[in-house]
């Protein structure tokens, strides 16, 4: 199966997609861990990615399709895949479209996890890490606070933020998918690839929504 996910930050994306990579065995190939793997890594390309990613601006097309053509490339490349974050623009979304063609490729499905702005800003602004590197253990405000509000339960050290998950910067976030995503839903509905299900429930319940949603899709088209 080879699938994309679209869904603005914070939608839960990631954690739907990591869940399907793993129950339909897919490569999940989320580029915004690949950008932070970069700047962790202090490659060229990372340091070229990192003031984008840290203002929470998109990095430009061609630094993200080289990123995507990279792994591809690879001998090991995925044949089934699950994309996570990528395309984000209609430029990268056509190239997508003849990198796959020209590698033998055929997409199942895109799926747009919708959730509505408010709601996105209130989940993310309630994430929290530890900021010591070798514990990092992770909190939510409202579903897993720490015992002591800004303190590590595990380690003792600060929680901090990540740059990007900060409310001011999340709006900014949701401007730039807002700016750009309706363009890309309507390519994949034009190409009768969409697959829309609500974001909104609890995590289960949504996996479900998807899988039927996905198994209606495929079953219609064949
Ligand atoms: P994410 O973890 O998917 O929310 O991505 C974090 C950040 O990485 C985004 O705010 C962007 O700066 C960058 N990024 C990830 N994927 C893309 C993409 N497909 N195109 C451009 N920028 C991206």
Redesign the pocket.
């Known amino acids: 199966m080879r699938l994309i996910f679209i869904g603005p930050?914070g939608s839960g994306k990631g954690t739907q997609a990591k869940r399907l990579s793993e129950r339909l065995d897919l490569l999940h190939f989320?580029?915004?861990?690949l950008?932070r793997d970069a700047i962790r890594n202090d490659t060229d390309a990372g340091r070229l990615a990192s003031t984008?990613?840290d203002a929470?601006?998109?990095?430009p097309d061609h630094v993200?399709n080289e990123f995507v053509k990279e792994v591809f490339s690879l001998k090991q490349g995925p044949e089934h895949f699950v994309m996570d974050?990528?395309?984000?623009?209609i430029g990268?979304a056509k190239w997508f479209d003849k990198f796959l063609k020209q590698e033998h490729l055929d997409l199942d499905a895109v799926i747009f996890l919708s959730v509505a702005d408010e709601e996105i800003i209130k989940r993310i602004s309630a994430r929290w890490s530890c900021s010591q590197p070798s514990c990092r253990t992770t909190y939510n405000t409202a579903s897993k606070p720490p015992k002591k509000a800004g303190v590590c339960d595990a380690c003792g050290s600060a929680l901090s933020q990540r740059e990007?998950d900060k409310a001011e910067t999340v709006r900014k976030?949701l401007d730039i998918f807002h700016a750009s995503y309706d363009e890309l839903l309507e390519h994949y509905r034009k190409q009768g690839m969409l697959v829309e299900v609500p974001g909104v429930g609890n995590i289960e319940d949504i996996y479900r929504s998807i899988e039927a949603a996905l198994k209606q899709s495929v079953q219609a088209k064949a």
């Open positions: 930050p989320a580029t915004g861990d950008l984008y990613v929470g601006q998109l990095v993200v974050g990528y395309p984000r623009t990268q990007d976030r």
